[in-house]
């Protein structure tokens, strides 16, 4: 990074220099001590009261800008490296929830220092995963990343005056509309708030991110997401029929599977091209060295493959001789975070929806299928998956925010496995003392109902509890329904290839109005990519719906920009970059504002609940 050579100004100059030890120091202290723990108790309570938690990139970011002002544009790489580290941290205590289900399984509890090294070693094992395959993802594939690409826009703007300048009525806008929606979208009237409004909002499911994050996307991608949710509500009585769904149960419940199915087809196609790809340049240069990578990217692939083989080998020596599971099921679960890290990548990517849970439901069946039988083995081996996805996906929309900032990935990988070790500290701490401090919270509520639990839903536990009760049932059919969408996912992703590499198609598609109608439709409708219709099989339709009306609002929108734009033009006319168009920080501010809301209704409610006095002692 580049010292500054203008003499320091204003506050800059009480502050250390770019670059320094205690530069980093401070950047440190501020994530680790202050807005890691914040987002951490956050998390913690959204995770255990609702049963999901908003990630902390978006948030973080935000704050961390108030601390790198001072030093101008140059303080957007500071605020990147406080965003990683305390996202880290929060997205970590989020999960102790997997506690939780321990104790409603009536499981015995290990020592806390056991369950802190065993997610210690899986979430450094994540992270390098997420390390590893940065270059398809973000640089190859170049996934947007909704909320990495929110955070990058706030950084750039918050941390330049100039930007600022030009960019806050939308930015700001945006985030005072998405806080405003987004308190009373979580449902929060037991707080004093006006049960009228939050009854009203919350009864329409307005999820104002999801909202946000379909604009920044356009409706190419969001639209398939309604195709393939549609589909499924058309083929729901088919399922029951053939045993796939109970009556009454949503598409959903079997949607996810085949929607991961989709995107590991259509990711094996891409990936094998990759590879021919690469062959064909050495083949093309005859062994002559690549070109060296910019600065701020380059990594040393040969430590990254031996961390993950370290971290790797560390989780099963810890899981076997630490926590006493069986080695078979550990070293089977810690390679099926090589294709769950990619999957769930590439869904964060599209949709900035990590389906977390959906792949610790489906290790826990393929688990199943090789011979699982206790429920223990099952939690603790498909916890290796769930906490690897989270953090292996934090680290790639990370990377995402540093790809559009040129942030130094070395030094954000450092601050994030920092992050990591805090974080894996506070999940255990965190979980223990609100189940302390709140019992009900360890009584079992699968299956019946429990007096007192109302502000306790924990339903991402639901899910997990659900899937490990089941593992002594046979159900074939959930490798039929996940072999299903990966056939699916393939000649989906083969066609599309094939059809968009033809010269002829090209050219009918770029020159004429009904070529560009034909190749819209054939994207958003006839032949989706599986990356953007798995979105569909994931979530509930009132998400979908919201998903969808942003993409086209933001399309139309943008769209409509442009031509105004194009007539109003004047010679000199200082413009935003080009990835900062309104659509983008409307949209941003959209996800900022409801991170913002989600903080405060965690922290809020700690306190109306009285949660705060019984977590401190008092």
């Known amino acids: 990074m580049a010292e500054p050579t203008d003499p320091p100004a204003g506050l800059k100059r009480f502050l250390p220099r770019i670059g320094s030890p205690g530069y980093h120091l401070l950047l440190a202290a501020v994530a680790i001590f202050i807005l890691g723990p914040l987002g951490g108790i956050s998390a913690a309570f959204m995770n255990f009261s609702i049963g999901f938690f908003i990630g902390g990139q978006v948030l973080a970011g935000i704050l961390g800008s108030a601390v790198t002002l001072p030093y101008g544009p140059e303080g957007k790489h500071g605020a990147n490296y406080i965003q990683t580290m305390a996202a880290s941290v929060a997205g970590m205590c989020g999960l102790g929830v997997l506690i939780q289900a321990m104790v409603w399984l009536g499981l015995p509890e290990p020592a806390w220092w056991k369950l802190v090294l065993f997610y210690l070693c899986i979430g450094m094992y994540g992270v390098g995963l997420g390390m590893l395959y940065t270059p398809i993802l973000v640089d190859k594939m170049q996934l947007t990343y909704p909320s990495g690409f929110a955070v990058a826009n706030i950084l750039r703007a918050l941390t330049d005056k100039n930007l600022l300048k030009r960019s806050i009525a939308k930015l700001g806008g945006g985030i005072f509309a998405g806080y405003s929606v987004g308190w009373f979208g979580l449902k929060y009237e037991v707080l004093g708030f006006s049960k009228t409004v939050t ?29 393939v949710g549609l589909i499924g509500i058309w083929q729901t009585p088919h399922l029951v029929e053939m045993g796939w769904l109970e009556k009454g ?25 990759i590879m021919i790809q690469a062959v064909k340049r050495y083949r093309e240069k005859s062994g002559a060295a690549a070109p060296p990578a ?4 380059r990594v040393n692939m040969r430590n990254l493959v031996l961390w993950i083989l370290f971290w790797g080998a560390g989780t099963v020596m810890v899981g076997s001789n630490v926590m006493k599971q069986p080695v078979l099921f550990l070293v089977v679960a810690v390679l099926l975070c090589f ?29 199943s299928a090789i011979g699982l039988k206790d429920p223990t083995v099952g ?10 996805c989270s953090e292996g996906g934090d680290m790639q929309q990370d990377r995402s925010t540093g790809w559009r900032l040129g942030t130094n990935r070395l030094v954000q990988f450092r601050y994030q496995v920092i992050g990591i070790t805090m974080g894996a500290l506070l999940a255990v701490a965190l979980a223990k003392v609100f189940m302390n401090a709140y019992p009900v919270l360890k009584i079992d509520q699968f299956g019946h109902k429990v007096p007192g639990a109302e502000q306790w839903q924990s339903t991402m536990t639901f899910k997990f509890v659900g899937a490990l009760k089941g593992i002594t049932e046979a159900k074939p059919y959930v490798m039929k329904a996940m072999w299903m ?11 599309r290839k ?40 994931f979530v509930e339709m009132p998400t979908i719906w919201w998903w969808t009306a942003g993409g086209v609002a933001g399309s139309l929108y943008g769209a409509l920009e442009e031509k105004l734009r194009a007539a109003r033009a004047k010679p000199g006319d200082a413009e935003l970059p080009a990835d900062m168009s309104t659509v983008s920080l409307v949209g941003g501010g959209l996800i900022a504002g409801e991170s913002l809301a989600a903080l405060t209704v965690g922290i809020y409610g700690l306190i109306a609940s009285g949660a705060l006095q019984k977590l401190f002692g008092g």
């Open 498 to 537: 094939s059809i968009k590499a033809s010269a002829r198609y090209k050219e009918f598609a770029k020159n004429s109005r009904r070529g560009k109608v034909t190749d819209f439709t054939l994207d958003a409708v006839l032949l989706s990519s599986p990356y953007a219709s798995s979105f569909g099989g």
């Open 339 to 367: 294709l769950f890290v990619l999957v769930n990548g590439i869904s964060l990517g599209i949709s900035d929806w990590n389906p977390i849970s959906s792949a610790f439901v489906v290790t826990v069946f393929i688990l």
């Open 249 to 273: 149960q949503p598409f959903r419940k079997i949607g996810f599977i085949i929607s991961l199915g989709t995107i590991l087809g259509a990711a094996i196609v891409d990936i094998l091209l």
């Open 379 to 388: 939690l603790m081996c498909a916890s290796i998956v769930l906490i690897a």
């Open 294 to 297: 910019e600065d701020w990217k």
């Open 485 to 495: 969408g990966i056939g699916l996912g393939v000649i989906i992703e083969v066609l």
């Open 199 to 227: 009854t009203l909002i919350g009864g329409w499911n307005i999820s104002i991110s999801t909202f946000g994050a379909g604009a920044i996307c356009g409706a190419r991608i969001a639209i398939p997401a309604l195709v």
